[in-house]
């Protein structure tokens, strides 16, 4: 029951933002939609891309020959950075604001003083960061198959659901260690700024490693090098990288738990 | 016989190298008004977490409601109301919210909820605005009433009446009256000592986290020493006088002197030896009894 009620109550605190958070994500997918050069564009798009410097291309998580083609210029959308942000944004402030900014706004003692065991905490703000993940990933997918059949790009939109799965996975695994981050914390401030650092850095690490050959074999302890959305467009699911995201999610998830569960309030 | 309400045994914590409470050992019993006396940073707030499961103790163990305090652990917090010293609510949701909130978290009906705000004077008007909006005072009364709507059997208040009017204090006392016939143990943690004079059947008193004194409110004034004020018809000399008790004041013809209960009847004889003109013995209230305490 107490479950229930703090997910409820996670819930209604954080549901305001998520609206123009979807909106906006869809928005976004739309445009794209709307941009996406339809099959007998592709050589005039290659042209066009050929112009833009790889570091720029990198940026979105493909390379030129992917991002030339219908499917590949959708599949932009789910590594665009302003993709990642907004998923990102919503995994870190759920995670902060539940138990670091709980106990540093002071209404922690109000919650820990009833029948409400701590790792009841931990799962409600968890199953908050979900659920808005899947609101956010259904609103891009729901904008990219809209803007897919407006256009009659000819592609099938349920090419692109194993991708925003991937990016809902992604970013639960980055919830994760957001509750982490924060069950260690006393203020949802620092919470914030320790996970949104963790973040950048893996992003920077995956970002680089990508471009400079000799910091290559670091990708793999970057979360993002996990999830390359032109890639899984091509080759589909890859069931170990979606176990390494599964994994680190639980043993953060656990950790969060018992650090938690340990610490004082 | 039931179980004591709260039992701690040799409750310490510290936090580093400092000491916030050490070795206390206190029982209050079911249905009783305890008062937790002590200045600020004596060790009550600190008490009232670790009884909550807040905090780990460094040392010893407690009981509430006859289960034992484990941190982390809120299997007995079914049965508590609980009222922090800094009220801290959330500023976004309406005051109705809120209390639907806690009391839903509570696991029990909020029974009690409609007399407390009428008693409170929170009115609709009131309730459904954001907490945000809400006075010092207003956002107090809120708090009261989230602690005892769920008529809990065990309420561990901390300062609750900061920043209520003494119209309002009036009506909480009533509240705590109220709430005592109906069986609940309070413990409460106060500066205010008339406060805790008037409503405590009894009191401990804390100084730099050790526990000083516990008992009765009356038994520990009456074992307070006595103010004696001595006028007398011509000039004495004070020192006369000081191996009675301690001087606080002397002039020539009017001394005042502490006085323990033990030695009273020495100084009045000796007083009758002498030109007195009036005497007066005034028995310390909570107050003083608690200021002689941290002298």
């Given at each position: ?15 305001l ?31 066009i ?119 809902l ?97 | ?28 019993e ?6 937790f ?20 103790p ?27 010293g ?7 949701l ?9 009391a ?48 809990p059997?065990l ?102 002197l ?14 009758g ?18 200021l002689?305490?941290?002298?």
């Amino acid at each position: 029951m107490s479950l229930w009620g703090l997910l409820g109550f996670q819930w209604r605190r954080n549901r305001l933002p998520l609206l123009p958070m979807a909106v906006g994500l869809g928005l976004f997918q739309a445009i794209l939609s709307r941009m996406a050069p339809v099959p007998n564009e592709s050589s005039w798009m290659s042209a066009i891309l050929a112009a833009v410097p790889p570091q720029l291309v990198a940026l979105t998580g493909s390379d030129i020959a992917a991002v030339a083609t219908t499917r590949g210029f959708l599949a932009i959308g789910y590594g665009h950075p302003i993709f990642l942000l907004l998923l990102g944004l919503w995994a870190v402030r759920v995670s902060s604001g539940a138990l670091a900014g709980e106990i540093g706004r002071g209404t922690m003692d109000m919650i820990a003083s009833r029948p409400v065991p701590r790792w009841h905490q931990v799962a409600a703000a968890f199953l908050v960061i979900v659920a808005g993940l899947v609101v956010l990933c259904a609103a891009a997918w729901g904008a990219t198959t809209l803007g897919a059949s407006v256009r009659s790009l000819g592609v099938a939109a349920t090419a692109f659901l194993p991708i925003a799965g991937m990016g809902l996975l992604l970013f639960a695994a980055w919830g994760a260690v957001g509750l982490l981050v924060s069950a260690t914390r006393r203020d949802g401030g620092s919470a914030i700024a320790w996970t949104s650092a963790l973040m950048s850095f893996s992003f920077a690490l995956d970002y680089l490693a990508r471009l400079w050959q000799p910091i290559a074999a670091l990708r793999a302890f970057s979360l993002f090098r996990y999830y390359e959305p032109t890639r899984i467009l091509r080759e589909g699911l890859n069931g170990t990288e979606m176990l390494v995201l599964g994994s680190v999610t639980a043993a953060a998830l656990l950790a969060a738990l018992v650090v938690f569960q340990r610490r004082d309030l | 016989m039931s179980a004591a309400a709260i039992e701690t045994s040799g409750l310490g914590k510290r936090f580093g190298g400092v000491t916030a409470l050490e070795g206390l050992s206190l029982q209050v019993e079911e249905g009783e008004v305890f008062g937790f006396l002590g200045p600020n940073g004596a060790g009550k707030t600190t008490t009232i977490r670790l009884l909550l499961g807040f905090l780990r103790p460094s040392g010893g163990s407690a009981r509430l409601l006859g289960r034992p305090v484990a941190h982390g652990a809120v299997g007995v917090h079914a049965d508590l109301g609980y009222l922090p010293g800094e009220t801290r609510l959330w500023p976004q949701l309406h005051g109705r919210q809120v209390l639907d909130l806690l009391a839903r978290l509570s696991k029990r009906a909020p029974t009690e909820r409609a007399g407390l705000l009428e008693r409170l004077t929170l009115g609709d008007e009131v309730l459904a605005r954001p907490v945000g909006t809400y006075s010092d005072g207003m956002r107090q009364k809120l708090a009261i009433v989230q602690a005892l709507q769920c008529a809990p059997r065990l309420a561990l208040l901390d300062e609750p009446t900061k920043g209520l009017d003494p119209l309002v204090q009036q009506a909480f006392y009533a509240i705590l009256a109220d709430a005592r016939a109906r069986g609940t143990t309070i413990f409460l943690s106060s500066h205010i000592l008339p406060e805790v004079e008037r409503v405590c059947d009894r009191v401990a008193m804390l100084r730099a986290g050790k526990l000083v004194s516990v008992g009765d409110v009356a038994a520990l004034t009456r074992a307070a020493r006595r103010r004696v004020v001595v006028e007398f018809r011509d000039d004495v000399d004070a020192a006369h006088l000081a191996g009675f008790g301690e001087v606080t004041s002397a002039e020539p013809r009017r001394v005042v002197l502490m006085v323990s209960r033990e030695k009273l009847p020495a100084l009045v004889a000796r007083l009758g030896m002498m030109p007195l003109a009036d005497l007066l013995v005034e028995q310390p209230s909570l107050e003083e009894t608690f200021l002689e305490q941290y002298r």
